[in-house]
């Protein structure tokens, strides 16, 4: 019976450690590896509602954006490039995006989609640990349905406003359901995620309602006073 009991604890343990978690605390090479194998499922499982990306996401964001007229916009772990590909289908938006994803099989199918935006959508394999880009190099930087899988979501955030022009507007998501509440130190709550986007020295904090696992967040990096 000890045996039973030992095999279901383990059973519930890697459950949790690959399957809730996504290898978040395996480093940052698991969780890319676990994206790899599943690359493929990837967009059927989510079944994108393409309204939902238009009115949620691509809308708010081109607005946020309608002072630049050619907006450089990242997109931290991009995935299969739901974001970019959203954004890029507005007809008003006139920028250019950049996918980053440590995944190279989300990568390349996010590259098929990528084919017919040409120069517009340019995809990068990179941790988000450490951001290739000069400070105050994006007028947005967007990270959707990925932060807690990260290795230190703190310092991606701090990597993410570095980038981040004055001015420039950062939108994340946070995990907000039961599941947030088994990984420590991955997932924060909305008091939590508030603060912590203050003491990066963002401001105009708005949290809104989205999904039923995720919040959106948005705050703005406020122009340089000289």
Not at 24 to 39: F, H, I, M, T
Not at 88 to 96: E, I, S, V
Not at 151 to 159: G, K, S
Request: hydrophobic fraction near 50%; charged fraction near 20%.
């Amino acid at each position: 019976m000890i045996w039973l009991v030992i095999a279901l604890l383990l059973a519930l343990f890697l459950y949790w450690l690959l399957v809730i978690t996504e290898g978040a605390y395996l480093g940052p090479r698991v969780v890319a590896w676990l994206y790899d194998l599943s690359a493929r499922r990837y967009d059927a499982v989510k079944q994108f509602d393409l309204n939902d990306e238009n009115y949620f996401l691509a809308l708010p964001l081109l607005r946020a954006l309608n002072h630049v007229p050619v907006p450089r916009v990242l997109d931290v772990a991009t995935g299969t490039a739901r974001l970019p590909v959203a954004l890029l289908r507005k007809p008003d938006f006139q920028g250019r995006v950049v996918g980053l994803d440590l995944s190279r099989q989300m990568l390349a199918l996010a590259q098929r989609k990528a084919r017919r935006y040409g120069l517009r959508l340019h995809l990068i394999q990179q941790d988000a640990a450490l951001l290739p880009f000069a400070d105050n190099t994006f007028d947005a930087v967007t990270c959707v349905e990925a932060l807690e899988f990260l290795a230190n979501p703190r310092h991606a955030l701090q990597e993410m406003t570095r980038v981040l022009r004055p001015g420039g507007v950062l939108l994340v998501t946070n995990r907000v359901n039961w599941e947030a509440r088994l990984m420590p130190g991955k997932a924060f709550s909305n008091l939590q995620m508030r603060a912590l986007l203050e003491s990066l020295g963002l401001r105009q904090i708005i949290i809104q309602r989205w999904q039923v696992c995720y919040d959106l967040v948005w705050a703005r990096k406020p122009e340089e006073r000289y």
